[in-house]
C-alpha cells in the first residue's frame, strides 16, 4: 500500500521561496500522477499541479503557473515542489496526493494523500 | 469562487439520509468522471467515491455517488455521528485543471 510522507511545518517572510517534499513508499512511483493541493485556514481544496516521475514534465494551475515548480526525484521516490515569490495568501496545509491512473495527465482523483504541510508567510 | 458548486452545510439526525450535490459544467462534471472525498479537521481528504460512482475497498456501502449531466450527488444513508466532516467534489476541467467544489460541512444532530 502507498504511503505518502511530507517534510514538516515552514514559516517564511513574504517575497520567499518555500520547498515541500512528499516521500512515497510501496507501489510503483514512477507511472503515477503527483500532485499538490493546497487548502488554506477554513477554506477549500485547491489544486497546484502534478507531476508524472516518469515523464519528468508537469502540468500547473493557470493561477500558479510561473510561481511554482514540481519535480520529481526517481531515485528516492520523492515529489517536490516549490512555491516562489510567497505573500500571505500563500498560508496554507499543502498536501501532496497520488492519482492511481496510470501515466494521466488529467487525474480525476486522489486515492492517497500525504498527511500535510503547513506553511506559514508572515513578516 | 470554486468552479463546482456545493452547499456549504447540511445537518440531518442520525439514522437519516442526507444528498449533497455538486453542479459543474460541459467542462468538468459534464464531460469527467466525478470523485467525491470526506475530510475531518486537521486531517488529509480522504477518498469515498471515484468514477462518479465507485467506492474503494473499505468504505461502507452507506456511501454512494451518481452523476447526471452536469450534476453530481453524494448520498450518505443510515447517518453516523462519526459521519460529521467536511465532504468535498472534484473533477478534471478541460481547462486543464483539477477543480473542487467548495465543500459540504455535514453536521449529524
Known amino acids: 500500500q502507498v504511503q505518502l510522507g511530507q517534510s514538516g511545518a515552514e514559516v517564511k517572510k513574504p517575497g520567499s521561496s518555500v520547498t515541500v517534499s512528499c516521500k512515497a513508499s510501496?507501489?510503483?512511483?514512477?507511472?503515477?500522477?503527483f500532485n499538490w493541493v493546497r487548502q488554506a485556514p477554513g477554506q477549500g481544496l485547491e489544486w497546484m499541479g502534478g507531476v508524472i516521475p516518469m515523464f519528468g514534465a508537469a502540468n500547473y494551475a493557470q493561477k500558479f503557473q510561473g510561481r511554482v515548480t514540481i519535480t520529481a526525484d526517481k531515485s528516492t521516490n520523492t515529489v517536490i515542489m516549490e512555491l516562489r515569490s510567497l505573500r500571505s495568501e500563500d498560508t496554507a496545509v499543502y498536501h501532496c496526493?497520488?492519482?492511481?491512473?496510470?501515466?494521466?495527465?488529467?487525474?480525476?482523483?486522489?486515492?492517497?494523500w500525504g498527511q500535510g504541510t503547513m506553511v506559514t508567510v508572515s513578516s | 469562487q470554486s468552479v463546482l458548486t456545493q452547499p456549504p452545510s447540511m445537518s440531518a439526525a442520525p439514522g437519516q439520509k442526507v444528498t449533497i450535490s455538486c453542479a459543474g459544467g460541459s467542462s468538468n462534471i459534464g464531460s469527467h468522471f466525478v470523485s467525491w472525498y470526506q475530510q475531518f479537521p486537521g486531517t488529509a481528504p480522504k477518498l469515498l467515491i471515484h468514477d462518479n460512482n465507485k467506492r474503494p475497498s473499505g468504505i461502507p456501502d452507506r456511501f454512494s455517488g451518481s452523476k447526471s449531466g452536469s450534476s453530481a450527488t453524494l448520498v450518505i444513508t443510515g447517518l453516523q455521528t462519526g459521519d460529521e466532516a467536511d465532504y468535498y467534489c472534484g473533477t478534471w476541467d478541460s481547462s486543464l485543471s483539477v477543480v473542487f467544489g467548495g465543500g459540504t460541512r455535514l453536521t449529524v444532530l
Open positions: 496526493a497520488r492519482s492511481p491512473q496510470q501515466y494521466n495527465w488529467s487525474p480525476d482523483v486522489f486515492d492517497v
Open positions: 510501496g507501489g510503483n512511483f514512477s507511472i503515477y500522477s
